[in-house]
């Protein structure tokens, strides 16, 4: 099992920075693939970026690309999402999700089991 906690999210201004963190609990976390989500309000939930169980391969969305970096500290049992320039098209509630399997950067949402309960990202113009 593995229990997942987000945390960092807020309000920031269009060119500001957040980075948000997703605490792990469970043996689990320190060999699966993590991943980050995202959900704008009448959306569906989009794939942001994907990081491997050894934190050496990632994966990110064309959105997140040059702005977004995924990181982890298996010994910490936390994963970040740090984003820079960010714009009010950011705006979404961001998901930390996690699979056992250690190598396959997924973009699909259906292929993580388990999900934390969300973080508000809101960015003014």
């Known amino acids: 099992q593995v229990q997942l906690v987000e945390s960092g999210g807020g309000l920031v201004q269009a060119g500001g920075s957040l980075r948000l963190s997703c605490a792990a609990s469970g043996r689990a976390f320190s060999r699966g693939v993590m991943g980050w989500f995202r959900q704008a309000s009448g959306k569906e939930r989009e794939f942001v970026a994907a990081i491997s169980g050894n934190g050496r391969s990632t994966r990110y969305a064309d959105a997140a690309k040059g702005r977004f970096t995924i990181s982890r500290d298996n010994a910490g049992n936390t994963v970040y999402l740090q984003m820079v320039g960010l714009k009010p098209e950011d705006t979404a509630v961001y998901y930390c999700?996690?699979?056992?399997?250690?190598?396959?950067?997924?973009?699909?949402?259906?292929?993580?089991?388990?999900w934390g309960q969300g973080s508000q990202v809101t960015v003014s113009s």
């Open positions: 999700a996690a699979r056992l399997d250690p190598i396959s950067l997924s973009d699909s949402r259906w292929a993580y089991t388990y």
